[in-house]
Nanobody, 122 residues
Framework: QVQLVESGGGLVQAGGSLRLSCAAS????????MAWLRQAPGKEREFVAA????????SYAESVKGRFTISTDNVKNTVSLQMNSLKAEDTAVYYC???????????????WGQGTQVTVSS
C-alpha cells in the first residue's frame, strides 16, 4: 500500500507561481510512475504531467507544457509540481497519483492522494 498526501495548493494571482508536493509513505516511489492530474469544477479529471523511471523521463499535457515542471526526490520520497505563469484556467483540484503501469492520460492509477485546491484569480 502507498499513501499519498498533497500539499502546497492555495490562491494565487494570474501570472504567479505555486509548488505542489506529494509525500509518499508505505513504499518507495521509485517502484511507480507518478503523475499529477487535475479536476476543475464541472469538468472531467485530466492529466497534467507524469514522471517515469524515477524522473529520467517526463511528459506534460499541451496546456501546461513550458509552464509546469514535474520532479521527484527519491531520498524524500516525494514528487513535486512547479507551476509558473499560472492562468485562471489552471484552477482545479490537483491530485497526485501512482501507477505500477505506464503513467499517462489513459492510465489506470493504483493510488491517489486526497487532492489540493489551486485557485488562480484573474
Amino acid at each position: 500500500q502507498v499513501q499519498l498526501v498533497e500539499s502546497g495548493g492555495g490562491l494565487v494571482q494570474a501570472g504567479g507561481s505555486l509548488r505542489l508536493s506529494c509525500a509518499a509513505s508505505g513504499r518507495s516511489l521509485s517502484n511507480y510512475d507518478m503523475a499529477w492530474l487535475r479536476q476543475a469544477p464541472g469538468k472531467e479529471r485530466e492529466f497534467v504531467a507524469a514522471t517515469y523511471w524515477s524522473g529520467l523521463r517526463t511528459s506534460y499535457a499541451e496546456s501546461v507544457k513550458g509552464r509546469f515542471t514535474i520532479s521527484t526526490d527519491n531520498v524524500k520520497n516525494t514528487v513535486s509540481l512547479q507551476m509558473n505563469s499560472l492562468k485562471a484556467e489552471d484552477t482545479a483540484v490537483y491530485y497526485c497519483a501512482a501507477t505500477s503501469g505506464v503513467a499517462g492520460p489513459t492510465a489506470r492509477y493504483d493510488y491517489w492522494g486526497q487532492g489540493t485546491q489551486v485557485t488562480v484569480s484573474s
